[in-house]
């Protein structure tokens, strides 16, 4: 008789980025083409790793499923937070919020473990050369990308089981344009210590450790090249490669740990940090790997010859 007296909220209200008109029309835009530019800019990764004979090395395979998480990850929030800028009441049911909370930890995390597995494969690249090809078979990268989903959506369970056995009983605003574990909480009409600590411990926690470890390890390499550094181009390449993954962990770990890894009372940087981590972040992968990465700007130049130009002589 007692949980009935909780079903009381059955959607959530957002309160957006914005207030103001203007303001939102010209976030409307900026974030528009900023999903315009994420989609064909990381399918265009896909395609050209798929299709190109040249770009058969491990590190393709496992940048072409992290270009693929991206365009999910950022499929996850913007279309919606798009809409909304258009629509005075911003509401979302709770179903739907719990979808979207499920989707974002299970992407999330499933690219935080992949980004981990890059590592790995960077590892063995550089200090294992001669058995690269033997350690990072296509059979033993596909079930480092499995695994990587397996943790992710292990990880995305926990959140969802901890949030769904809360009482919502009062108010119902989000101060969001999206669903998140940390707002969600926030309005629970209980004590939420007990599942506020299990989620910075499985969020937070985990993110810091990853994030350490991550850069321990490029940094490790890094030492290693530069050993070695008179071996030439090579070298060169494989320190550029490095840096471009140094690059995307710092943006993928920092926001989630400002987030996650705190308790979760209300920041002024909140929506900030949010916004560049579901919507600015997937945006600088397609961009730092192209620009990083000669063989993929060669392959995407050849692609682009081959299927758009020769079509429209």
Same mark, same amino acid.
């Given at each position: ?6 079903t ?5 209200v957002?309160?957006g980025l914005?207030q103001t008109r203007?303001?939102?029309l010209?976030?409307?835009v900026?974030f ?7 989609l064909p ?6 395609c ?6 040249q ?6 395979? !496992?940048?072409a499923?992290?270009?693929?998480l991206?365009i999910?990850? @950022?499929?996850?929030? +913007?279309?919606?937070m $798009?809409v909304? /800028? ?10 739907g ?7 974002l ?7 935080m473990?992949l980004l981990?597995?890059?590592a790995?494969d960077?590892?063995?690249a550089?200090?294992?050369? !001669?058995?690269y ?8 990268? @596909?079930?480092l990308? +499995?695994?990587?989903? $397996?943790?992710? /959506? ?6 969802v089981?901890l949030?769904?056995?809360l009482?919502?009983?009062g108010p119902?605003?989000?101060d969001?344009?999206?669903c ?6 926030r309005?629970?009409?209980a004590n ?8 910075i411990?499985?969020?937070g926690?985990?993110?810091v450790?990853?994030f350490i470890a991550?850069l321990?390890?490029?940094a490790?390499?890094?030492?290693m ?6 071996s030439g ?21 920092g926001p989630?740990?400002?987030?996650y890894a705190?308790p ?5 940087l ?24 000669k063989?993929v700007k060669?392959?995407m ?5 081959r299927?758009?130009l020769?079509k429209e002589?």
């Amino acid at each position: 008789m007692e949980s009935a007296n909780y079903t009381k909220v059955t959607e959530f209200v957002l309160t957006g980025l914005s207030q103001t008109r203007e303001v939102q029309l010209v976030l409307f835009v900026i974030f528009l083409s900023f999903y315009l530019f994420i989609l064909p800019g990381n399918i265009l990764i896909i395609c050209t790793i798929r299709l190109d004979p040249q770009l058969t090395s491990p590190m393709y395979f !496992l940048l072409a499923n992290l270009a693929f998480l991206d365009i999910w990850y @950022s499929s996850i929030t +913007a279309p919606k937070m $798009l809409v909304d /800028f258009f629509v005075e009441r911003k509401r979302i049911s709770f179903g739907g919020c719990i979808a979207q909370l499920f989707f974002l930890h299970f992407v999330g995390a499933s690219e935080m473990f992949l980004l981990t597995v890059m590592a790995f494969d960077r590892y063995a690249a550089i200090c294992r050369p !001669l058995h690269y090809a033997t350690i990072m078979n296509r059979r033993l990268c @596909s079930i480092l990308v +499995a695994l990587s989903w $397996l943790g992710g /959506f292990i990880h995305s369970i926990i959140q969802v089981a901890l949030i769904v056995r809360l009482p919502f009983c009062g108010p119902n605003e989000l101060d969001s344009y999206f669903c998140d574990i940390t707002q969600v909480v926030r309005i629970a009409c209980a004590n939420t210590f007990p599942e506020e600590l299990v989620m910075i411990f499985s969020s937070g926690l985990i993110s810091v450790v990853c994030f350490i470890a991550l850069l321990m390890s490029y940094a490790f390499l890094l030492a290693m090249l530069k050993k070695h550094s008179g071996s030439g181009e090579s070298t060169s390449r494989a320190m550029s490669t490095c840096y471009s993954h140094i690059t995307i962990v710092v943006f993928m770990f920092g926001p989630s740990i400002y987030i996650y890894a705190r308790p979760f009372d209300s920041f002024s940087l909140d929506k900030v940090v949010s916004v560049f981590h579901t919507v600015i972040f997937p945006l600088l992968n397609p961009i730092i790997y192209t620009l990083r990465n000669k063989e993929v700007k060669t392959a995407m130049r050849k692609l682009v010859n081959r299927y758009i130009l020769c079509k429209e002589k």
